[in-house]
């Protein structure tokens, strides 16, 4: 492997069979585990609206936070780069996702709504370029084939 290669691993473990396994749409649990080695087991189902746990992530909420955690990693990554110093950041990002007639679905797309708060407001007329930065750089907003869009708002301390 490169050192521009980066690989991932993890595995997804089903803990859903009720005893009758899949022999219907209702005899199953959607519960399942992601696993990687040396953190914390994840607990996962599907969303409600598709039986499953409300309790436990659902892949739709992961692929949401992956782009809100990797948005903000770029925004933090090129903010130092630029001597941008961030106090605080917030994201209330969602995600609008369209099921079809056959059952398939996918995102129509992602807003981002970030709330930065810098230590200097004389930065603050950069921040929209930042961000724009930070799309361009975020390995997962490059990855998936429906827009990620922003609303960031940027505050001053104090």
């Known amino acids: 492997m490169s050192l521009d290669e980066h690989r991932y691993a993890l595995t997804v ?7 009758e396994g899949t022999s219907s749409y209702r005899s199953y649990s959607r519960d399942h585990d992601v696993e ?3 953190l ?3 607990q996962g189902s599907s969303d409600p609206t598709f039986r499953g746990d409300p309790s436990r992530y659902n892949p739709e909420q992961l692929l949401l936070a992956a782009l809100s955690q990797c948005h903000m ?8 780069m630029n001597g941008v110093v961030v ?12 099921t079809n007639r056959d059952g398939s679905g996918q995102f129509e797309n992602v807003t ?4 930065v708060t810098v230590a200097d407001p004389a930065h603050i007329p ?11 750089l975020c390995f997962i907003a490059r990855s998936v084939n429906f827009p990620v869009l922003h609303e960031p708002v940027t505050q001053a301390a104090g």
Do not use: C
Not at 13 to 19: A, F, K, P, V
Not at 87 to 96: F, H, I, K, N
């Open 73 to 80: 990693l770029s925004f933090l990554h090129v903010a130092v």
């Open 112 to 115: 981002l709504r970030p709330h």
């Open 13 to 19: 473990r089903w803990t859903g069979n009720l005893g």
């Open 87 to 98: 106090t605080r950041y917030v994201d209330e990002a969602e995600g609008l996702m369209k």
């Open 40 to 42: 914390p087991v994840l």
């Open 36 to 38: 990687i080695p040396g």
């Open 126 to 136: 950069l921040m929209a370029e930042l961000h724009h930065k930070a799309n361009q």
